[in-house]
Structure formats: structure tokens, C-alpha cells
């Protein structure tokens, strides 16, 4: 049931992109971005309320959120809409997936998860995969180099990462769509801040095509994956569970290939497999996990 789950994540991440895209020619980046936050945390909210799911009323609780929000949603919806501007997709696409890495290792020192080597490799296949899909459209510089492209990316990196940390670290805790709902409206604040100051005098046109794309993004694309990651990492290795992320350049890849017929290399191929490889590496059961009786 995780791998369905994991699987309907990444898909609706992958496409996440092309709707951001979409967005993005009539409203300025931070500025959807906000939109796309408070959307997604406003719906999840109401289940929550809905449902008289409990909030949380420790100061601990709050800073987690808080803390949760300024990383998943201010640092990353930043870091990622802003290095877009710099950085070929290429480049992107394999410095966005050193983050299974970089939340596998915190994931071993902040909650002592055994990092084994089974699932070392197959995260390091899973990234060797990815530098082989990006390899093409490597060269592909932005308007001014990649140097500030990569400072924008390393702080959505990181950000996501030390997210994930917690989130799995306060999932146990915290009912999970409280805590979802409740980062992304916190994480929605330094973005929606930033908006007027970094985006002054930017068109903005409030058309249909942007409204869809807002409702896309915000409900299934971000509400329903937050609720569906979280549900995971209460069962789940962090760094289990993130070696899916891998799957996201893969289905845009299907995707692409599908509806716009994109040609696919055989470099692109490859890496491919090697990804989807590498995934089952990570998470094929060892012999003490095919043992354990099921109830």
C-alpha cells in the first residue's frame, strides 16, 4: 500500500512542472507560489476541521510546524521556482536530486535510521540515473551562468530536506493533516512578504488557464501529496521512502514522450533504468524483513 501511495506522489509531482509553467506566464513565481501554499493549506484545513482532527497544543508542536513550513514551503517553493531563472533544466534536475542523499545522511544522525548499504546503493543509483537523463541538456546555460542558480537550488534543497527530517520526526505526534495544512499556510507568510519587494512591477494577469493551473497544483498536486507523504513517513525510512523522488524526471520523461512527442536518447533511456534500478535496490525487503509474520 506505501508503494501506491509512494507511486500516486511522484506522478502528481511530476506533474506539478508543466503546471507551474502554465502559471507562471501570468502570474510572477513567488506570488504563485503563495497562492499555491494558502490554496493547499486553506483545503487541507477544512478536512482537518471536518474530520475534528485534533490540533496541536504543545509550544514544541508549533515551532515543529513552524520550522516544517519555513523549510517544505518558503525555502523550497523558492529555491526551486527562483533557479529556474539561472540554471538549465539539466543542471536542475541532478543538483534537486542530491536531496535523497542529503536527507538520507540526516535521517542517519537525527533520528538514527540505519543507512544500509542496500539502500546507500541504490540512492546513489537512483542519482547516477538521474545525471545520466540530464546529460542532454547539459551546456544549456541560463541568462547569467549557473553560480546563483546552484545558491537558489542548494536552499530548496536543504530546505526540503531538513523538512522531511521533520516531518518524520513530528508525524508520530501531530496529526498529520493539521501539521500539513498548518505548515504551508506558515511557510506561505516570508513568500507572500517577499512577493511585492523582489516581484515589483511584474505583470500579472489573472487568467483562466492560471486559475486552473492554481487549482491543480494546489489541491492534488500539493494537498493531497502532503497528506499522502506524510501518511508514509509514519510507517516508512525517510530515506526509503525518498528514493521515489528519483521517479519524478522519469515520468516526465513518459509523459513528455506521451503527449508532446518528446524523442527520447538512448543516454536518456539508460538512465532511466538505472533509476527505476536503483529504486528496487532500495527498497527490495531483506531477509529479516521477508521473515517478519504479517498480522
Same mark, same amino acid.
Not at 184 to 206: D, K, Q, T, W
Not at 249 to 256: H, S
Given at each position: ?117 542496500? +539502500? ?173 509474520? +504479517?498480522?
Amino acid at each position: 500500500m506505501n508503494v501506491i501511495k509512494l507511486l500516486i506522489v511522484f506522478f502528481l509531482w511530476a506533474l506539478c512542472f508543466p503546471l507551474i509553467e502554465i502559471g507562471q506566464a501570468s502570474v510572477p513565481p513567488l506570488l504563485f507560489a503563495t497562492f499555491r501554499a494558502l490554496l493547499a493549506g486553506l483545503a487541507l484545513l477544512v478536512i482537518a476541521s471536518a474530520l475534528k482532527r485534533p490540533w496541536p497544543t504543545s509550544v514544541r508542536a508549533w515551532v515543529q510546524i513552524g520550522v516544517i513550513g519555513l523549510g517544505a514551503t518558503s525555502l523550497g517553493f523558492w529555491g526551486m521556482f527562483e533557479a529556474a531563472r539561472w540554471v538549465s533544466p539539466g543542471l536542475a534536475t541532478v543538483v534537486a536530486n542530491i536531496q535523497p542523499l542529503v536527507a538520507a545522511g540526516l535521517a542517519a544522525v537525527f533520528l538514527k535510521e540505519t543507512l544500509s548499504l542496500k +539502500t546507500l546503493c541504490g540512492l546513489v543509483g537512483g542519482f547516477v540515473g538521474i545525471v545520466l537523463i540530464a546529460l542532454p541538456s547539459f551546456g544549456q546555460n541560463g541568462p547569467d551562468g549557473p553560480a546563483v542558480g546552484f545558491g537558489f537550488l542548494a536552499i530548496s534543497m536543504l530546505g526540503i530536506s531538513i523538512s522531511n527530517v521533520m516531518i518524520k520526526h513530528a508525524v508520530t505526534s501531530i496529526d498529520p493533516l493539521v501539521m500539513m495544512g498548518l505548515q504551508l499556510m506558515f511557510g506561505a507568510i516570508p513568500l507572500g512578504l517577499a512577493s511585492p519587494i523582489v516581484e515589483a512591477g511584474r505583470a500579472i494577469e489573472f487568467t483562466g488557464a492560471f486559475g486552473l493551473s492554481l487549482v491543480l497544483l494546489a489541491l492534488p498536486g500539493t494537498a493531497l501529496v502532503y497528506w499522502l507523504w506524510t501518511d508514509v513517513l509514519r510507517r516508512t525510512e525517510l530515506s526509503r521512502a525518498n528514493a521515489f523522488s528519483f521517479l519524478v524526471p522519469v515520468i516526465g520523461l513518459g509523459l513528455g514522450w506521451t503527449f508532446y512527442n518528446e524523442t527520447l536518447s538512448p543516454m536518456t533511456l539508460l538512465g532511466a533504468l538505472v533509476v527505476i534500478g536503483g529504486l528496487a535496490a532500495a527498497n527490495w525487503p531483506s531477509q529479516e524483513e521477508k521473515h517478519v509474520p +504479517t498480522h
